[in-house]
């Protein structure tokens, strides 16, 4: 059984730094794509960063409003995934998810739908 659970979300000031972690039992995330997309009050789920089982820079993609801003890495000795936030803004105020593709060795997706397993998300704020 597949079990994500996100951690490292508070409240944080514009221009701040936080550090989400993903912590996976159930699957090594080195055989498996992966993104983290967050949720606004009243919005779509949208992702965030997203990366196929290869880990490849070229295989990772952000979103245009968090590129430079933004990065993913992975701990293998934790099987967590982090995902490192910098230059935070008041328009990332979100809840924040790490999903996981089902089937091994996926590429990268966009489009939560065809992610299978989720955390239970964390809430990132930055004040105006």
């Known amino acids: 059984q597949v079990h994500l659970v996100e951690s490292g979300g508070g409240l944080v000031q514009a221009g701040g730094s936080l550090r989400l972690s993903c912590a996976a039992s159930?699957?090594?995330?080195?055989?498996?794509?992966m993104g983290w997309f967050r949720q606004a009050p009243g919005k779509e789920r949208e992702f965030v960063v997203v990366t196929d089982w290869s880990w490849s820079g070229s295989k990772t993609f952000s979103a245009d409003s968090v590129k430079g801003r933004f990065t993913v890495s992975r701990d293998n000795a934790k099987n967590t995934v982090n995902l490192q936030m910098s230059n935070l803004k008041p328009e990332d105020t979100a809840v924040y998810y790490c999903?996981?593709?089902?089937?091994?060795?996926?590429?990268?997706?966009?489009?939560?739908?065809?992610?299978?397993?989720w955390g239970q998300g964390t809430q990132v704020t930055v004040p105006t």
């Open positions: 999903a996981v593709r089902g089937a091994k060795f996926s590429v990268a997706s966009t489009f939560s739908r065809e992610y299978d397993f």
């Open positions: 159930g699957l090594t995330f080195g055989n498996y794509a």
